[in-house]
């Protein structure tokens, strides 16, 4: 488990399969997450999230560290299923009652720091679709970041 300053990051639960099919029906969130129409996911569908979550590299459930809410989740996959190139491929999702808030960035500039340090990848990338613009906001915030960290200062 680990925190940031308003966030708990944990494994996943079996238990966390209701909270994040009621994101994936979400059709705001939903939008963001596939290139496929907007469509209402059955229970069965949980199936497929397990399949996200057990192919992942490194997969966190995203909580209120006040509350323990459910918030969404944020995963690492190796691109191409390749250790070899240490090439990683980032996703995240929030439910839409903490959009514009700051969480996903606080998230994302934790588990990116992680990517890097803890598990030795070379590069992080990750698709973004255009009309997702809190999205794109927050991973504009997160390059700035990340270049403020590394440079050397003179």
């Not at 966190?60 to 690492?76: H, P, Q, R």
């Not at 934790?110 to 009309?131: C, K, M, P």
Request: hydrophobic share 45%; glycine share 8%; proline share 3%.
């Amino acid at each position: 488990m680990f925190t940031t300053e308003r966030l708990i990051l944990r494994p996943f639960r079996t238990e966390d399969l209701d909270d994040m099919l009621r994101l994936w029906n979400d059709p705001l969130v939903q939008r963001g997450l596939t290139s496929s129409g907007v469509i209402p996911r059955a229970p069965n569908f949980k199936d497929k999230i397990s399949g996200f979550v057990n192919s992942a590299l490194f997969y966190v459930i995203i909580t209120m560290k006040e509350t323990a809410a459910f918030m969404g989740m944020c995963n690492i996959w190796l691109e191409g299923g390749n250790a070899k190139n240490r090439d990683g491929r980032m996703g995240i999702s929030i439910s839409t009652e903490y959009w514009n808030m700051g969480y996903g960035t606080e998230a994302l500039k934790f588990v990116v720091d992680y990517a890097f340090r803890w598990l030795g990848l070379h590069r992080v990338s990750l698709g973004v679709f255009e009309s997702n613009m809190g999205a794109i906001i927050s991973y504009e915030k997160l390059c700035v970041l990340s270049y403020l960290l590394t440079t050397p200062r003179l």
